[in-house]
C-alpha cells in the first residue's frame, strides 16, 4: 500500500534551517486545521507540515504494519529537523501510536490528538453526543477509554465513516462534493429520543472541520460542530518555552511523502503559505 517507509524517506528533499521548528504531522492534508490555529497562537515559530500522502488513507492499514511506517519515518524527520515539538494532527495515528513516538523519541515531545469526548460531555444539554471519526479512531481502545472516563453520564454515539476523509480531501482542494454523499456520511450522527436530540457532534478527524460549513447546510438540525484544533495548538504552545526571538525565522515548509503532490495540493500549500 503506497511507498514503503524506506523509499517515502528518499523523498524527502528539504534542507534544515537553523531555528527549530514544531513539527505538523497527518496522513494527508487535514492537519492543516491544526496548522492554522497553532500559527495563530505561534506567530514566531517555524513550521514544517509533515502529509504522509504516501500512506493515505490510513483506515485500510494493518495496525502493525502501521505503527512501525510512523515511527520509521519520525526517526528520520526528527533526525533532519530536531523539532521543538511534533503535533500529531491525526486521530487515527494518534490512538494508534502516539505512546510508541514517545518511547521510541524520549527527547522530542509529542502532542497528540484525540477524539474531544472530554469537552463534549461538559458542553452538551440533552446528554445525546456523536462522535464522527474515521473507522480506525472507533475501533480504537483508546477512544472507549475516553468515553468511560468522561462522559458515562452521556448517550455517545460512534459513527466511522469509510469516505469523509477522502471527500475532505477534495472539498479543501476546491472540488465538487455530491451533497447526498456527504449527508449519506453524516446521517448516523443525529438521534433523537424522548430525552432530547442530538446537540454536539465531535469532529474527529482533523480533515473534518474543513467541511463543516457543508455539515451545517446539510445537518436536519442545528449541533455545535466539535473542532479539537485550537485545543491540540494551545496544549502545544503550553509545552514551548519563551519566544525564540527570530521573527526571519525562515520559510515554513511542506513535506509530501510521495513527493508527488498534484497541482491542486500545491496550490493549497501556496496559499497556507507552505514551500514544497
Known amino acids: 500500500m503506497g511507498l514503503s517507509a524506506a523509499a517515502a524517506l528518499e523523498s524527502v528533499a528539504a534542507e534544515a534551517a537553523p531555528a527549530r521548528p514544531i513539527l505538523v504531522f497527518d496522513s494527508g492534508i487535514g492537519g492543516l486545521t491544526v496548522l492554522r490555529e497553532a500559527r ?4 514566531d515559530r517555524r513550521f514544517v507540515y509533515i502529509a504522509d500522502d504516501a500512506g493515505f488513507p490510513y483506515g ?6 502501521l505503527k512501525e511506517r510512523i515511527v520509521t519515518l519520525f526517526g528520520a524527520f526528527i533526525a533532519r529537523y530536531d523539532p521543538e515539538i511534533a503535533i500529531i494532527a491525526c486521530n487515527t495515528a494518534s490512538t494508534l501510536v502516539l505512546e510508541d513516538l514517545r518511547r521510541a523519541y524520549p527527547a522530542t515531545p509529542f502532542v497528540g490528538t484525540v477524539p474531544a469526548i472530554k469537552p463534549a460531555a461538559e458542553r452538551t444539554r440533552s446528554g445525546l453526543v456523536s462522535v464522527l471519526a474515521t473507522p480506525g479512531t472507533v475501533r480504537r481502545a483508546y ?3 475516553l468515553i468511560q472516563s468522561f462522559a458515562t453520564r452521556c448517550h455517545v454515539r460512534l459513527v466511522g465513516s469509510e469516505n469523509l476523509a477522502r471527500m475532505a480531501e477534495a472539498h ?3 472540488e465538487t462534493v455530491d451533497d447526498d454523499a456527504v ?8 438521534i433523537e429520543t424522548d430525552r432530547g436530540r442530538t446537540d454536539i457532534v465531535v469532529l474527529a478527524c482533523t480533515h473534518y472541520p474543513f467541511m463543516a460549513n457543508v455539515f451545517r447546510r446539510l445537518a436536519p438540525w442545528p449541533v455545535d460542530w466539535l473542532d479539537p484544533a485550537e485545543a491540540i495548538a494551545r496544549r502545544a504552545r503550553s509545552l514551548l518555552s519563551g519566544s525564540d526571538g527570530q521573527p526571519e525565522h525562515g520559510d515554513d515548509i511542506a513535506i509530501f511523502t510521495s513527493g508527488q503532490p498534484d497541482f491542486s495540493t500545491r496550490r493549497l500549500m501556496q496559499g497556507f503559505g507552505l514551500r514544497e
Request: charged share 40%; with cysteine; net charge negative.
Open 183 to 190: 449527508r449519506a456520511e453524516i446521517e448516523p450522527c443525529f
Open 40 to 43: 495563530v497562537l505561534m506567530p
Open 60 to 65: 485500510g492499514w494493518e495496525e502493525e504494519a
Open 143 to 145: 477512544t472507549r477509554d
Open 172 to 174: 479543501i482542494r476546491g
